[in-house]
């Protein structure tokens, strides 16, 4: 990565960070000879979202095959015009069970949230590690991070410890326009909150128009996952996994 | 080290399970607690069901729609009972049907379909929405169902209202119009809630849940029970319907 100016911040804390001095037996081996990679704040949140958001993609479908047709609109149903035909079929009935799993599964998602945010601001996670440095915004140091992908150019040991300019922005996007995204819109649809908060499903033009942009919002968390995954299993499932468990990772090619 | 670290955790979780027991105790205190509280994800079930009503504590108003956004082809869900005892009920207006109602009230009454049309009546045009997602607006008519309760006196106790179809309150055959709801008292004495004899300026076609139907405007679809036939008012958690899906509706 040409980039040079994105901050190795997290490295710099952590090595600040004092060692166990207990016996090297074990997990606290591995830790004496180790950096901590990701903060406990940042585990926890990552499994919160990461079960947040697997219910709600299993419980979503389960509610939208049984009407899966989207509109525009307040009003929409197999007596008016739809917007998009899903290529799936109707299937009356799951969303009856699904519904109060959807609901379940959003609390992790909020309270991931919750925790991601209010601890990213107090450990100065958020500003260090996640925002991009102002150098990095733009188009130059961006293409060369997708450059470098395309050509599978593998990024050195110290690269691999900070997230590159790509990396950052899709996280942002993710925490700060998809998750608020998908939960605004999906309070849209709620009649009750709907009462308090009616600006809320106005401006997006309807409750349908609020279903369809829940489910456009879904579409994208959907697509992100699905990179996440291809990633991790090119970068290394085993290890990065561990790495989000433990906050460490194991020793370059001990593990792998 | 490792003491410390013991006695740091068993205070912080001694703590915590106060303040745990403290909130789930002034829940209950404030009606926070849904009855299905305990069913396998009875837990996000609490949390939505309080969150939402400590947002809408008070008489918050569900948006109302003009004339115009009324739509021209309302779905039909789950048609009028085709059973003989219920046609011959149509048949003649709905004459011999009466409203039931019963448990913790002061006066146990039955009322007449015309009874309650003789009582004030009140419209709104609300959106009524399915949880599987398809939406229509349509205009409701009929009685405050808090009026209704004031005529028989609920007793203070009352937190729930049990709403009975047409005919057999105990049928649960997947079918949903012979499914009875209930709701708490915030819904039931809410100023949007009504029993609408009413749609769109006409008679309560049968589909629609003739001759009396629960009208709601800040609840889902299936919670607004057609065909009633009983009321029942109580402070039992163990009368809602029990089955797959969410006993609030919520969100």
Redesign the interface.
């Known amino acids: 990565m040409r980039t040079g100016v994105s901050s190795a911040s997290l490295d710099a804390r952590v090595s600040a960070i004092p060692v166990t001095d207990e016996p090297a037996t074990g997990i606290s081996a591995i830790r004496t000879t180790q950096r901590l990679r990701h903060l406990a704040s940042v585990r926890v949140s990552h499994w919160l979202f990461a079960t947040g958001v697997l219910g709600l993609i299993a419980s979503g479908s389960g509610?939208?095959i049984?009407?899966p047709?989207l509109y525009w609109g307040?009003?929409?149903?197999?007596?008016?015009p739809s917007l998009l035909d899903l290529p799936l079929p109707m299937i009356?009935g799951p969303?009856?069970?699904n519904?109060?799993?959807h609901?379940?599964?959003?609390?992790f998602l909020v309270i991931g949230g919750l925790v991601y945010v209010i601890a990213g601001l107090t450990t100065r996670h958020l500003r260090k590690d996640v925002v991009p440095s102002k150098a990095d915004l733009r188009w130059r140091p961006i293409l060369a991070v997708i450059w470098d992908h395309v050509r599978w150019k593998r990024t050195s040991a110290d690269e691999a410890w900070t997230y590159n300019v790509v990396q950052r922005l899709t996280y942002l996007i993710v925490v700060f326009v998809l998750f608020p995204g998908i939960v605004w819109t999906?309070?849209s649809?709620?009649?009750?909150?709907?009462?308090?908060f009616?600006f809320m499903?106005?401006v997006l033009g309807g409750?349908?128009s609020a279903?369809t942009l829940h489910f456009v919002f879904a579409s994208l968390l959907l697509m992100f996952f699905l990179v996440h995954m291809a990633m991790l299993c090119l970068v290394g499932f085993k290890s990065h996994v561990r790495a989000m468990i433990t906050g460490y990772k194991p020793q370059e090619g001990s593990a792998e | 080290m490792s003491k410390l670290l013991t006695r740091r955790s068993l205070v912080t979780a001694g703590l915590v399970t106060a303040a745990g027991a403290t909130g789930i105790g002034a829940m209950a205190r404030y009606g926070l607690i849904p009855p299905d509280y305990a069913t396998p994800f009875g837990a996000g079930e609490t949390l939505t069901y309080a969150t939402q009503r400590l947002l809408t504590s008070g008489n918050s108003l569900a948006r109302e729609f003009t004339r115009s956004d009324i739509s021209k082809i309302p779905i039909v869900n789950g048609p009028a009972p085709p059973d003989e005892a219920f046609r011959r009920l149509a048949a003649d207006g709905f004459r011999d049907w009466r409203l039931q109602i019963e448990g913790l009230i002061e006066r146990p009454a039955s009322f007449t379909l015309d009874e309650l049309r003789n009582m004030p009546s009140q419209s709104h045009i609300l959106l009524h929405a399915c949880e599987q997602g398809w939406s229509y607006i349509a205009e409701w008519t009929g009685v405050r169902l808090s009026h209704v309760l004031d005529q028989v006196k609920t007793k203070p106790g009352a937190r729930y209202c049990v709403f009975m179809p047409y005919p057999n309150p105990q049928q649960t055959t997947g079918i949903i119009r012979t499914q009875f709801e209930s709701v708490d008292m915030a819904d039931a004495l809410h100023p949007q809630t009504i029993l609408a004899y009413g749609m769109n300026s006409e008679t309560l076609p049968a589909d629609f849940g003739a001759p009396l139907r629960l009208r709601m405007s800040r609840q889902i679809g299936w919670k607004n029970t057609k065909f009633l036939s009983r009321i029942i008012v109580t402070d039992r958690m163990d009368l809602y319907r029990k089955g797959a899906g969410t006993w609030y509706g919520g969100i």
Not at chain 1, 74 to 80: I, K, L, N
Request: aromatic share 16%; proline share 5%.
């Open positions: 509610i939208l049984s009407h047709r307040e009003t929409g149903s197999v007596a008016m009356i969303s009856v069970w519904r109060p799993i609901f379940f599964f959003a609390w999906g309070l649809m709620s009649f009750a909150l709907m009462s308090v009616p499903v106005t409750h349908q279903r």
